[in-house]
């Protein structure tokens, strides 16, 4: 798990960044409401592309966190908010393609194409 | 920190692996001699792409940690040792690009081109 907030700059270059140091980052939307954090990346093994950056929503009190893989294009580091921010409103989650704990989907083509398309991207 | 050998799998499917998995994996040698294990990884910001796997080796009694990045195709999963498997000799990483602690390098092209060359990765 990373650490928060300023430390995000710290293993940062204007080119690279470190996947430990995103993990644990905030997500917001454009009018700064907070709606998980990136809970780590899921990487193409044979090209070394990140496919996403997996954010996590709720948990503890509200019940169990769920899951939500994001292409890696809709994310946007901003360095006013101290994370990330995404072009979506909070409902654009609803109906995302997410999973919980141990239900892990099948990372698949089908799947990419639901998460891409369900964001926009293609 | 991810946890060790046995978890990596889990978050694994044929195509994706989970970044928070593979930090902290073991990096072996043909020989099965243990070199280090894996720190993070450091991803291009724009493309999503990991230009390298960093490995931290040393520390504890020994002194202070350093840091080999390593291009991504270098590095092989192998099932059997649990842990990432590297095709050269331990001596390869003397002399290797590397850092400690602070003293981060500029992650920019000329440091590209001497890891990728170090490693015969052009």
């Not at 997500?27 to 070394?48: A, D, P, T, W």
């Not at 966190?65 to 072009?87: F, I, N, Q």
């Amino acid at each position: 798990m990373a650490e928060q907030g300023t430390n995000v700059a710290h293993d940062e270059t204007e080119r690279l960044i470190a996947s430990n140091k995103v993990e644990g980052t905030a997500v917001y939307n454009r009018q700064g409401e907070k709606l998980g954090s990136i809970h780590n990346f899921m990487v193409e093994k044979v090209s070394g592309r990140v496919e996403y950056a997996v954010m996590t929503a709720g948990g503890g009190l509200l019940g169990s966190a769920r899951y939500y893989p994001l292409p890696w294009d809709v994310l946007t580091y901003s360095t006013e908010r101290g994370g990330y921010e995404v072009d979506f409103e909070p409902g654009r989650l609803e109906g995302a393609p997410s999973y919980q704990g141990e239900e892990q989907p099948r990372f698949d083509r089908d799947y990419d194409d639901r998460v891409r398309g369900h964001y926009g991207r293609r």
